[in-house]
């Protein structure tokens, strides 16, 4: 075992002392986006990290789910956000009926249902995974209209209390919560056989099935593990907001695209980590938030975010013809 | 004409071509030998300026000249008919032999174009519609609508990658008539290949490379067969096999009975016995793969039945596959094998949940498994945190070897092409891994459309022509030959 792990400690030496330019380049920006964000007024006010932080956070657990679906080499899924929506109004109609215990089940397991439907036509009939989380999106927004008939569902007055909010540690919760998922999401991946399979599916689909690897249940699971995680950004939605309603969704599941992209997670998929997502969610929202406080309006943040993930696609098409 | 001289050409660390130096004059027809991975393609690359050459200088008629993109190589005149066509199936032959041509004008008198294609096409002594379909013409024809587009272009120096490879008989009797016209057109001809026949019967003179060098070179006179075969393999015939080792009977083993791939493979029986590396031979597309893959289950449509030791492995159940230790590898290894993971990853591949309890793994377990693994094939354990498509093709296939042996029990390899893009050095050292195998218990189907490996190494040949089997050798009565005749020609087939 000594050499083994003296070989592991060599590669990381290896990588320290002669550091690629990738490395370089990512620690580069990240620096360069702590200065940025150190240099502008009230970026370190209590008020404005706090909007930060939770902000972060329900992008952040809406990425961590879209990197289960990156990985395993189903690239994005766009029906995330709707998801989140859903499980959010699940959880407020739940919540005033049943209670906080039964409410939070139940956007676990509707999200993790929807996204697992989606998971089942992927993984059985190999249909393209991006049509069929456009439509599944479509047929979310389509059937919760027609069951909502558009209208905010409210957390009623007597409930609102047992709500998680406030702070822990001087952290939003929902950081906390985000952090927590982060750790989790990297356990299942580092740690579970579930997890190195999708490792090796997103790696190689051809090559996972002539090894004998369950291709369809993993990514059935990949969609479930998805869900359950959009079902969480669902319950954190409503707990901060009091209501909930399809228009949660729009915004964040762009964001989280751009936050998996910028991480550099592989758009074909194989290779990626939470901690990577992480790192991403982190960038996009700085940049994001120091728009804000310079006075930049919203098209302006949209224009930016777009403009980020298109760079990030144009530089990573370019590595790869490499 | 063409005049080649001390051509040398790395890729990082790898010296794909070494002092390399040929002369073609017109006329002349030179073959260029070699195994996988000799330089062969490199020398073409070099030619058609796809990659530019490191030291050494290419001469055209006396002046050297220098061939920055296939464009300058098409207008100096020097041309390749390359392993897979650049032909467009949805266009028609006279659009093909124009396709792609500078000399083009947007706005063409078609009949002048048209007479130039037919006289190409008559040149080569065939006579095919102008505006038939390719997609409708069978490979054999393809190549010769290829080679026309390049006569209207008049090239001088033809290249021919391998241009028999996945012709019929009949077919490449015509290959040869077209290259004999070519010949006395005075056109020359670099004809890389590895059918020996091919050289002896069509070739003026010989080059063979090896690992990137030219080892000899001779007109065609001066040498013979096994003189050939000793320069490409750099040692004689007898030595790349490793001798068998008697392993008692076996009766034991995997039955195959009635298998049925619709469209491949028709009723097809066989008993493949533990300890002995029995070998489906047959030409490309003869069906040999997809028996294994079948077996594999990785063929949804296919039927038949399927015993390993006495307990039936039902096809396409991956579970019992995985139990069982039915190990498939394919000829494809850059998508159906490794994984763009490291090493480790990739030798683990099949076998993680073994180290795993209640679904969460081991990576202690893990690292110590794969650490043996890398001992029994000789891969070497610093490399574990390598890339994996970082290792040669020869470690490569060790690597995909050793995921047979992560089972409990000695079980089953089903292997396509076991040699294919291996080097020479490391092809012996995958021959002697076979018969470990062996000698452990697998039993050992592979498929192989290289005869001389078939004949070295098997001690049960199968001979397949289109998909049906046409008779069995046992270990004595293996024979070139007449495995040639089965699966070129075999008497009494009907063809399917």
């Not at chain 1, 060599?10 to 990738?22: G, V």
């Not at chain 1, 969480?232 to 969704?249: D, I, P, W």
Request: hydrophobic share 50%.
């Amino acid at each position: 075992m000594v050499g083994v792990s003296s070989s592991a400690a060599r590669t990381l030496w290896l990588r320290l002392k002669a550091p690629s330019r990738l490395l370089v380049v990512r620690v580069a920006i990240m620096l360069a986006l702590a200065a940025l964000a150190l240099a502008t007024p009230s970026f370190l006010s209590a008020p404005s990290l706090t909007t930060l932080l939770t902000t972060i956070s329900f992008v952040g657990c809406l990425a961590i789910a879209m990197t289960f679906v990156t990985i395993g080499g189903n690239v994005m899924s766009f029906a995330l956000g709707a998801t989140a929506a859903v499980s959010a109004m699940v959880f407020v109609v739940v919540l005033n009926t049943a209670g906080y215990a039964s409410g939070v089940a139940a956007a676990l397991v509707a999200g993790a249902v929807i996204t697992g439907l989606q998971g089942c036509l992927i993984g059985f009939l190999r249909a393209n995974p991006i049509i069929v989380s456009i439509a599944a999106s479509v047929l979310i927004y389509g059937v919760a209209q027609r069951v909502t008939s558009n209208e905010t569902v409210h957390v009623s007055e007597t409930l609102i209390q047992s709500l998680l909010k406030g702070k822990l540690f001087g952290a939003p919760i929902e950081f906390i919560v985000f952090l927590g998922l982060t750790a989790f999401g990297q356990a299942v991946l580092s740690f579970t056989t579930f997890g190195r399979n999708l490792f090796y599916i997103g790696s190689g689909f051809r090559a996972a099935e002539a090894v004998g690897l369950p291709t369809v249940r993993t990514t059935i699971l990949a969609y479930v593990w998805a869900g359950l995680f959009a079902g969480v950004t669902g319950v954190l939605l409503a707990s901060r907001y009091n209501q909930a309603n399809m228009e949660f969704a729009l915004r964040y599941d762009y964001d989280a695209i751009a936050a998996v992209l910028v991480g550099g997670i592989a758009i074909q998929g194989g290779s990626g980590s939470m901690l990577r997502t992480f790192a991403g969610v982190a960038a996009v929202s700085t940049i994001q938030i120091v728009l804000l406080l310079h006075g930049f309006r919203e098209e302006w943040r949209l224009f930016i975010t777009g403009l980020i993930v298109l760079a990030v696609v144009v530089l990573y098409s370019k590595r790869q013809r490499q | 004409m063409l005049e080649v001289e001390h051509l040398a050409k790395s890729f990082g660390p790898i010296k794909a071509l070494r002092d390399v130096s040929l002369s073609l004059a017109a006329g002349h027809v030179r073959a260029v030998c070699g195994e996988n991975g000799a330089g062969k393609s490199t020398l073409m690359r070099l030619l058609m300026g796809v990659s530019r050459p490191d030291a050494g200088s290419i001469k055209l008629d006396g002046k050297s000249v220098s061939i920055g993109n296939p464009q300058e190589a098409q207008r100096l005149g020097i041309a390749l008919v390359a392993q897979e066509l650049s032909l467009a199936p949805d266009l028609s032959i006279l659009d093909n032999i124009w396709l792609g041509n500078r000399t083009v004008p947007l706005f063409h008198r078609r009949k002048e174009f048209r007479r130039r294609a037919a006289a190409a096409l008559a040149l080569l002594g065939v006579d095919f519609g102008l505006d038939t379909r390719v997609s409708r013409l069978t490979m054999g024809q393809r190549q010769i609508v290829e080679i026309a587009r390049l006569l209207v272009r008049e090239a001088r120096v033809l290249i021919l990658d391998e241009p028999t490879a996945t012709l019929s008989d009949v077919e490449i009797e015509r290959m040869m008539a077209v290259l004999r016209t070519l010949r006395a057109q005075g056109k020359g001809i670099l004809y890389v290949t590895h059918r020996l026949s091919e050289v002896f019967k069509i070739c003026d003179s010989v080059t063979v490379l090896r690992n990137g060098a030219d080892v000899g070179s001779a007109t065609i006179d001066q040498i013979d067969r096994e003189r050939l075969i000793a320069l490409m393999l750099g040692r004689s015939f007898s030595d790349m096999y490793p001798a068998v080792v008697a392993t008692g009977t076996a009766d034991q083993g995997l039955e195959i009975t009635d298998l049925e791939v619709s469209g491949h493979v028709q009723a097809f029986s066989l008993f493949a016995p533990r300890g002995r590396i029995t070998c489906i031979a047959g030409q490309v597309g003869a069906g040999a793969s997809a028996v294994t893959r079948a077996i594999a289950g990785l063929v949804p449509g296919a039927t038949g039945t399927v015993v390993l030791d006495g307990r039936p492995l039902p096809l396409g159940s991956l579970g019992q596959r995985v139990r069982r230790n039915v190990t498939f590898i394919s000829e494809d290894r850059a998508t159906e094998g490794i994984f763009d993971r490291n090493v480790l990853e990739n030798l683990v591949a099949s076998r993680v949940q073994d180290h795993a309890r209640c679904g969460l793994i081991s990576w202690l377990s893990l690292r110590r498994f794969a650490n043996r693994l890398c001992g029994e094939v000789a891969i070497d354990a610093q490399r574990l945190g390598a890339q994996a498509f970082d290792l040669s093709g020869g470690n490569q296939q060790k690597l995909l070897f050793a995921r047979a042996l992560g089972g409990q029990t000695p079980g089953v390899i089903l292997i396509n092409e076991p040699t294919r893009g291996v080097d020479v050095g490391a092809r012996a050292e995958i021959y002697r891994l076979l018969r470990e195998f062996c000698e452990r218990g697998y039993v050992l189907l592979m498929t192989s459309s290289d005869l001389e490996e078939v004949v070295g190494i098997s001690d049960v040949v199968v001979t397949l022509y289109r998909g049906k089997i046409v008779s069995t050798y046992q270990h004595s009565r293996i024979d070139m030959a007449h495995i040639l005749a089965d699966i070129t020609h075999p008497i009494g087939a009907k063809a399917a």
